[in-house]
């Protein structure tokens, strides 16, 4: 079966910390780009950061870039993103999702979503 | 304040044909592909439209999508209450090299 999953969510302080994984199983992540999208409780969708497949170019949303990173290591299957310098703003359900090598096709496999809080 | 632009809701009954829009600007909505995803409560968004008009397999052809310049639209035919749920649409946006989503339109099934 094609899937993601998402983990690494929990209570974190502001201004701490956070790793959050996407591991994929049922398909091979490195012929795919992967997205980071989050949702504050009762919001809309929020695009968070891209890696593309291949060439390995990053994206980042205005609101995150210089304090989130996202990487991918192909042999785990896997996607990560390193959130630092959290801030309250930053709390929702965080969804990695699958797309296309050029974004062409769009988010077509997503996982169930992890949590973070940011909170004193 | 989300870069595309849609209706906070929209309602109809059973049967009914119902139509969300997307307005966006040069660039994105403008020379890019658009997307819309369902998000059914308390589950993960769907993939429901690519490349404007084309749906995934397993998304009925009561669903159906189209674009104009700079504005999109969702169209849903035969309106069924399993259809209630949020509706966001998304583009790559060339200014903000990213994508953006539209704020979500409430699709209410009376």
């Known amino acids: 079966e094609v899937q993601l999953v998402e983990s690494g969510g929990g209570l974190v302080k502001p201004g701490g910390s956070q790793r959050l994984s996407c591991a994929a199983s049922?398909?091979?992540?490195?012929?795919?780009?992967i997205d980071w999208v989050r949702q504050a409780a009762g919001k809309g969708l929020e695009w968070v950061s891209s890696?593309?497949?291949?060439?390995?170019?990053?994206y980042y949303a205005d609101s995150v870039k210089g304090r989130f990173t996202i990487s991918r290591d192909n042999a785990k299957n896997s996607v990560y993103l390193q959130m630092n310098s959290l801030r309250a703003e930053d709390t929702g359900v965080y969804y990695c999702?699958?797309?296309?090598?050029?974004?062409?096709?769009?988010?077509?496999?997503w996982g169930q979503g992890t949590t973070v809080t940011v909170s004193s | 304040q989300s870069v595309l632009t849609q209706p906070p809701s929209a309602s109809g009954t059973p049967g009914q044909r119902v139509t969300i829009s997307c307005s966006g600007s040069?660039?994105?909505?403008?020379?890019?592909?658009l997307y819309w995803y369902q998000q059914l409560p308390g589950t993960a968004p769907k993939l429901l439209m690519y490349?404007?008009?084309q749906r995934p397999s397993g998304v009925p052809d009561r669903f159906s999508g189209s674009k104009s310049g700079t504005s999109a639209s969702l169209a849903i035919s035969g309106l069924r209450s399993e259809d209630e749920a949020d509706y966001y649409c998304?583009?790559?946006?060339?200014?903000?090299?990213?994508?953006?989503f539209g704020g979500g339109t409430k699709l209410t099934v009376l």
């Open positions: 040069s660039s994105n909505i403008g020379i890019n592909y």
């Open positions: 049922g398909f091979s992540l490195s012929s795919y780009s």
């Open positions: 998304a583009a790559w946006d060339d200014s903000l090299s990213g994508k953006v």
């Open positions: 490349r404007n008009n």
């Open positions: 890696i593309r497949s291949r060439t390995t170019s990053v």
């Open positions: 999702a699958r797309d296309s090598s050029y974004f062409e096709d769009g988010m077509d496999v």
